[in-house]
């Protein structure tokens, strides 16, 4: 199965919604489940997911018998308190549902603009927009620049979201999948997000942003969430480096000394202090300062000045615990961590690639490099420090709403540095296209990247990426 393909819609056996920014609690989930009438397949399915076992052949949990349709209307009713009690229905809720805290931006633009023709993002987003802008048939098709300009409509609403798809349950998790899922409507899309060799088996990643911290926390969470250990080749060699002492004692300076897994503690620990340090910060210094406000611009101008100088530092400090991330790595003796890999599940990388997952676990300090590089309005070093980024999340994270929020903020620095028209900014929205047709199809149209490419502009100005 090629990249792009469709593996699986799922549709839910319950699904509830509260505001954008938040996902419900699993109480609302499960009075929804109990509230709801189940034919006889579903009221199966549910239980199936609670057992996790399927005693009657794998049919019984797919997507066409969980639909129900077979059924008919007999014996549509809830389930009862006798097939399913509290502590199971909470059992199923805990370790199968799956929430977000928005719909996929992207897709919810696109279908907004099949459905209604009326432009799907804000007008910020006109100038990312479509594909192929030197090509005869997007300048002829009315989806171009023309149509950017109308009136906005306000976006389909965006919502949080908690449902239970049961065969979308049976997935496995792995810290390098090789499928990504997201949810269209009330349906749950998983598409192959790599190739996936015939037999091979379908893994999505639990875990969300979590899968960018170190072994050590991914390993817990997925004990405390889903009882189970992880021995996918990501966390195979990861596991053997963070065992190994680093080789070369005497070269030791200081930062390097011991596992790599202290290693990467330490320089996430010291992101995590520069954190506390922005957060204090009065930022950005804007007309909204209460010194601006107040007409008091000479104070609004020395706090601005001073947060100046206190960026600069704490940018200089990130850059240089990038590269002390990068030496930690170079130093992992790879060939066994890739070796290691190759006989564990998913490993397919070799020693690039390993360097790539070991890098992942310092993802928080790439993306803080980034943020600070852009407050400073560095644009050079952001998009520098975005390409390590966006080369750890298409190694870990292809296709993730995260690799795609990434390659159009790769995208909008470019076209900010040297405008829309320029060499890198249309690579830049080439490889955007790319991305997009990864995650939502290879057939997608140019038209309907176009689309999609304006909603994930909309959703990377409405989220923290
Ligand atoms: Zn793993």
Known sequence: MAAGEVVLVSEPLACVSCAFGAIPAPEELAQAIRDTPYTPAQRAALLVLYSG?????????????????????????RVTEDELDEWRLFGIVGCNSFGEEFNDFASTAARAAAAGGASPGPAHAAHAAPTTDDSPSSS??????????????????????????????MLNHSDLPNAVNYVVADRMLVLASRSIPRGSEVMINYLGRGSLRPVEERQAALAEGYQFSCDCARCTAELLCGCAGTD??????????????????????RCEERAQVLSGLNLPPTAADPAAESGNTGEASARASSNLEVLERLFVQARDDVRVLDELVGRQPLDAAAAAAAGANGGTGGGTAVRQWLRASGFDLLSQHVALAEALGRWEDAGAALEQQLGVCEAVAPSSD??????????????????PDGATARVELQRCAGVLRGRYGQDCTDETVGRLLQGAVYGLSQVMV
């Open 53 to 77: 076992q399927d005693e009657d052949g794998d049919e019984q949990a797919g997507g066409g018998a969980t639909d129900g349709t077979t059924d008919g209307t007999a014996d549509v009713r």
């Open 140 to 169: 002829s098709g009315g989806s171009g620049g023309s149509d950017q300009r109308q009136p906005q409509q306000p976006q389909r609403q965006q919502a949080g979201h908690l449902g239970l798809w049961p065969s979308f349950s």
């Open 248 to 269: 070369g004692g005497g070269g030791g300076s200081g930062s390097g000394a011991g596992s790599f897994a202290e290693g990467v503690q330490a320089l996430l620990g």
């Open 402 to 419: 995260l690799h795609m929020y990434l390659q159009v903020k790769r995208l909008s620095l470019s076209q900010q540095a040297e405008g």
